[in-house]
């Protein structure tokens, strides 16, 4: 009980006793009693009786085939004489039903067992509420109405009722708000006999005026008014004390237990844009039919219960996107509080930056480049970089690729850093132990395609990334980094040695302060990996270009070659060979999700005849690994971002061959 029901119980014996100086001798504890839980059976269902939610709020329904099912023997709380108290307080919450005129329904009454005399009872009818009892004097006995003129309570809101008497003054008051005071000619019987009467809840034994509403509450508080232990609360949260199987969901079966209660809501849904989520709307439904959602309010936030798993259906164009040259990377990236970009690596002078604007990518910043291969977006703290990989060296004849830093004051990329690079291809950036660092993949330098590719940290002193490790590579194109567990790796794709694009790419993983040789995978002009989790396995999806051999050019110029996808085996320790997709001249994979379904798409750039090849969404299909489902036309296909708005989703991918780059929205059903 709560420390609100104690006070009462220690406040109530010093109530001023009754009147003509004789003490009141009261018949029952004083302390609230709960006529709704004694008059709830042990099996409503059996009784017809049900548990319903509205509002948010748990409520009972009788059922006209059993009118007395709700009542029990005055006899029960009444337990040191039969007397009914002379000063109490009546409490009651309900969710009443719109009545016709003339109309009453009972909302509790005491009934005398014999004679089926009315002794006490409340109704109401569309104008009124009623406060009956039986009065007895030497003239004889007579029943007695006191009625007020009814509160709004048809509005299919919870409403509670405070009625409190005390020898001839009736007090009513409704949801908190202002009482409404009558003094009557008559004053409430100070020895209303109850022996052998019952109370009845929501009824007065049958079924006509039977309560056709919801009640959540029935108190009787002997001795005491108790509206000042409730107030100030508002209609439902008024609560004094209810049944425990109105406390909560406990209307439901658990495992294989029998349903005792039938439990329901009232099935409001609503359609349309999304509603507001407030008290007023708490439990009730909204349907989305534009996304077949069915969601509940709960709180002040809408939960989904049901929606449509989201299924690629096909693949639009959504937007021509026309570049300052041709396009051998793409960017995708948000910054907070400016909005989604995309950085688009140019093969002439200039490189652009596009920001998303009324759902496309319209121009926003030029930045000068040297045959731009790649960008990489990547944050530090509240600092917002770009790196943009530079292939050619400047007009000087000096190499350097450089960082770009985001001004929040000009709201452009401005330059940060410069670093010396040869032929960079790519950029990756990541943390490890707190710690930041960027890699770039050195693809030749003059001839020589054997060179050390470069680990950059971040000095937090300087605020500059300075050289931490080399590693040799050959022909490196791409590096990819991750996560297993606490372990972080790094991965090249190592592209041609000089004489051969069939070599060996290398993972590494970091220990003890830097990266280690983890694994070599035999690869054939590999120009990406791609690392992806479906639940939790791990995949590495390699990219192969080109079997090249100079010593056996004729035979072995293919450009239609198996790329692979491997998985690691966590036992062994070890990626292995998971599955092989004929790709041509495959130069990028890109990852993405639709629902609950999963996809790789891939560049195809080349067939050995025409760059207008079809690159291919594939789908993962569990045991069959991942199956082709669409052929997308492109030309010198080069990279794959995939994003996402508030619109839904996107494909975007650029051409090696042709100053356009293409949106693509993905459709769902």
């Avoid at 409404?180 to 034994?205: H, K, M, N, Y």
């Avoid at 844009?273 to 996304?291: H, I, M, V």
């Avoid at 069915?294 to 936030?301: D, I, N, Q, R, T």
């Avoid at 200039?350 to 944050?379: E, L, M, P, V």
Wanted: overall charge negative; some cysteine; aromatic content about 14%.
């Amino acid at each position: 009980m709560s420390i609100l029901l104690t006070l009462c119980a220690v406040l109530l014996p010093l109530v001023t006793p009754g009147r003509g100086g004789r003490r009141w001798e009261p018949c029952t504890d004083l302390r609230p009693l709960d006529i709704l839980a004694e008059a709830v059976p042990p099996n409503g269902a059996e009784s017809g009786i049900s548990v319903m939610r509205v509002q948010g709020a748990l409520g009972l329904q009788l059922s006209a085939t059993a009118p007395h099912a709700m009542s029990f023997p005055a006899s029960r709380i009444f337990v040191r004489c039969d007397f009914f108290p002379e000063e109490f307080s009546i409490v009651v919450t309900l969710k009443a039903p719109s009545l016709p005129p003339k109309k009453n329904e009972y909302l509790f009454t005491v009934v005398a067992e014999g004679p089926d005399a009315l002794l006490l009872g409340l109704r109401y009818s569309p104008t009124r509420l009623h406060f009956l009892f039986l009065r007895e004097d030497a003239a004889g006995t007579w029943q007695t109405r006191v009625s007020f003129r009814s509160p709004a309570l048809m509005d299919s809101q919870w409403h509670t009722l405070v009625l409190a008497v005390s020898e001839d003054s009736f007090s009513l008051t409704t949801d908190c708000g202002v009482p409404v005071d009558i003094t009557a000619d008559v004053s409430f019987p100070a020895t209303l006999s109850v022996q052998g009467a019952r109370f009845f809840v929501g009824s007065r034994r049958r079924t006509k005026g039977l309560f056709t509403g919801l009640v959540r509450q029935l108190v009787l508080l002997p001795g005491s008014d108790a509206t000042p232990s409730l107030c100030p609360c508002r209609n439902a949260e008024i609560v004094l004390s209810i049944p425990s199987i109105l406390q909560g969901l406990t209307g439901k079966p658990e495992d294989n237990e029998v349903l005792k209660y039938p439990y329901e809501t009232d099935m409001k849904v609503t359609l349309g844009s999304r509603p507001p989520c407030t008290k007023l709307e708490d439990a009730q439904f909204w349907f989305d039919a534009g996304k077949k959602g069915l969601y509940l309010c709960v709180g002040s936030e809408w939960v989904s219960v049901l929606a449509a798993k989201e299924k690629l259906d096909y693949v639009e164009e959504h937007q021509s996107l026309f570049t300052n040259s041709e396009t051998l990377g793409i960017e995708v990236f948000v910054i907070p509080e400016a909005g989604l970009f995309i950085a688009t690596a140019n093969r002439k002078a200039t490189s652009a930056i596009y920001k998303w604007t009324d759902g496309k990518f319209a121009s926003y910043q030029n930045i000068r480049t040297h045959q731009a291969q790649s960008w990489r977006h990547f944050t530090i703290g509240k600092k917002i970089f770009l790196a943009v990989a530079n292939f050619d060296p400047n007009e000087k004849g000096q190499e350097f690729s450089v960082i770009y830093k985001w001004s929040q004051r000009k709201l452009r990329f401005t330059p940060y850093q410069r670093v010396a690079t040869h032929s960079a291809r790519d950029w990756e950036a990541f943390e490890v132990a707190g710690e930041y660092f960027l890699a770039v993949a050195n693809h030749r330098e003059g001839d020589n395609h054997n060179i050390d590719s470069v680990i950059y940290k971040w000095n937090p002193r300087t605020r500059l990334f300075e050289a931490n490790q080399t590693i040799a590579t050959s022909g490196a194109y791409d590096w990819e980094f991750f996560t297993v567990g606490p372990y972080s790796f790094l991965v090249v794709a190592n592209a041609f040695n000089g004489t051969s694009t069939k070599v060996h790419s290398h993972l590494y993983v970091w220990l003890v302060g830097s990266f280690q040789l983890f694994q070599s995978f035999l690869t054939f002009g590999a120009a990406d990996w791609e690392v992806f989790r479906i639940g939790e396995r791990i995949f590495l999806a390699v990219a192969n270009s080109h079997s090249y051999d100079v010593e056996m050019q004729v035979q072995n110029d293919s450009y239609v070659i198996n790329s692979v996808i491997y998985e690691l085996n966590v036992t062994a320790q070890t990626f292995i060979k998971f599955q092989e997709i004929p790709t041509c001249s495959a130069l990028d994979w890109e990852f993405f999700s639709v629902g609950e379904d999963y996809f790789l798409v891939v560049a195809n750039s080349f067939d050995g005849n025409t760059f207008s090849v079809n690159s291919i969404i594939y789908r993962w299909q569990g045991y069959e690994g991942f199956v082709a489902v669409h052929s997308l036309p492109t030309f010198g296909c080069r990279d794959w971002e995939a994003f996402r708005t508030t619109a839904g989703s996107y494909l975007v991918y650029s051409s090696a061959k042709e100053p356009l780059s293409r949106v693509l929205k993905l459709r769902t059903g």
